[in-house]
């Protein structure tokens, strides 16, 4: 269920941009696993191609009311109702050809977008989707709107809309996003504007290509020349719009998402926060290991540890992985010299090791048989808790730790290890570890 996906076969749409009007094709192409989603404009001699990333956004006031990305003197806009599409679906890779500069407009929402990839086929590829699940609650605000993401099991979002207008005074609507709800609850959401600001905005240069069909124009009275497809879906087209804009992440997300009154603005602002909360979390985690070999019965030697460890000198305390049974029990070494960099500083007159560095080389090891079983590959260790440690024996320059770990209680999210380590066969410190297991 957690394959990539792109299509099966490629396929052509063809319309107006609703803010500039400009007539565009568009042909969605299967890529390969790990592309990502790349926009290529084809109407440009050098064809340059923009991957949909929150590095690419542009931010000018040309790109206002909107979402827009760009590299290199190329760009594209309008690109929200797309991407939020191409995340109700879970299609995680595609070559996006466009012959101008904004992709068409459609009848305002995702459901033409919905309905091609559909008909193009959806297929799985070989490679697992990489999830980023929110550790901490982020939080951004401005001008009365607000975006909260807060830990969670699935990817949801709760949506409160209030205008000052009678029609559009408060709307509430929150669902757990599944391809399933998506396409039949949040797809055909179509965007909106006040018949107020309507002509204001055109003046200015925006809306180009807005028409009664693909915008519904809300009056005094309700929407212009059109019908509402859901009673609320005002509220659901900006849940829409937030899709989008999430997925400029380039990874999907699990977490909880409540905004209130966001725009594009306020959206791609807490993309950026998840985006620079994975980042701190892939730096602070042991990663799985992708591809290494275990010679002689499952030793290893410092270069194939860093292969899995993240950690390098002065952090590494690992220097060879003596047995290593794959998720059950893992015997490390460490030699201990008066060259390691602590000793400087720690009792320099009679040096002892610290028993917290102790500890981290019994967890390093703990690491290291944690991501080695296959289910466990792609994921992270994060090292969350230590109990019942104890201390028996100093240890001093010349020693050599043999840092022994069996597991616990492994469940598909957490994992306990029980970790000794021992000087001459004697015990100098034992623990209760344990890590937490997340997709990356």
Do not use: W
């Not at 599409?85 to 992709?103: F, Q, R, Y």
């Not at 693909?214 to 900006?238: C, S, W, Y």
């Amino acid at each position: 269920m957690n394959n990539q996906k792109t299509l099966q076969n490629e396929i052509t749409l063809s319309g107006i941009g609703l803010h500039t009007a400009n007539k565009a094709n568009i042909t969605f192409k299967p890529a390969e696993s790990g592309s990502g989603i790349t926009f290529i404009r084809v109407d440009l001699p050098a064809r340059p191609a923009i991957r949909a990333t929150v590095d690419n956004l542009l931010m000018s006031s040309s790109a206002s009311r909107r979402t827009c990305i760009g590299t290199q003197g190329a760009e594209i806009q309008t690109i929200e109702h797309l991407m939020a599409a191409l995340s109700g679906c879970g299609i995680d890779n595609l070559n996006i050809e466009v012959d101008n500069n904004e992709v068409p407009g459609m009848d305002g929402s995702s459901l033409s977008f919905v309905q091609a990839f559909d008909k193009a086929g959806i297929i799985k590829q070989d490679k697992d989707r990489q999830f980023f699940s929110v550790r901490e609650p982020l939080y951004v605000e401005e001008d009365g709107a607000s975006i909260i993401v807060l830990p969670a099991p699935e990817f949801k979002i709760s949506y409160t809309l209030n205008y000052n207008h009678p029609l559009l005074r408060s709307e509430f609507f929150g669902i757990n996003i599944t391809p399933d709800t998506f396409k039949s609850q949040v797809a055909g959401a179509r965007t909106f504007c006040l018949e107020s600001e309507a002509g204001e905005l055109q003046r200015k240069g925006f809306g180009q290509g807005a028409n009664y069909d693909n915008t519904l124009v809300v009056g005094e009275n309700g929407v212009i020349k059109n019908k509402l497809r859901f009673e609320d879906e005002f509220v659901r087209h900006k849940m829409l719009d937030l899709m989008g804009d999430l997925n400029l992440l380039g990874f999907p997300i699990k977490g909880h998402v409540v905004a209130l009154k966001s725009g594009h603005s306020l959206n791609l602002k807490i993309a950026k926060k998840i985006f620079e909360q994975k980042k701190k979390s892939v730096s602070a985690a042991i990663p799985a290991p992708v591809s290494y070999e275990i010679p002689q019965e499952g030793s290893m030697d410092v270069n194939t540890i860093m292969k899995i460890l993240p950690h390098r000198e002065p952090f590494l305390f690992v220097d060879r992985i003596i047995t290593l049974e794959k998720g059950k029990r893992c015997v490390g070494i460490k030699n201990v010299t008066i060259n390691d960099y602590f000793f400087k500083g720690h009792f320099p007159g009679k040096p002892v090791m610290p028993g917290v560095i102790i500890v981290e080389a019994m967890a390093q090891v703990g690491g290291v048989m944690m991501l080695s079983p296959e289910e466990n590959r792609g994921k992270l260790a994060f090292f969350m808790t230590m109990n019942n440690i104890k201390f028996r024996k100093t240890v001093v320059p010349g020693d050599q730790l043999v840092l022994e770990v069996e597991a616990g209680k492994i469940k598909s999210k957490t994992g306990q290890i029980f970790g000794k380590a021992l000087v001459d066969g004697k015990v100098v410190c034992e623990a209760e570890l344990m890590f937490a297991l997340a997709d990356y």
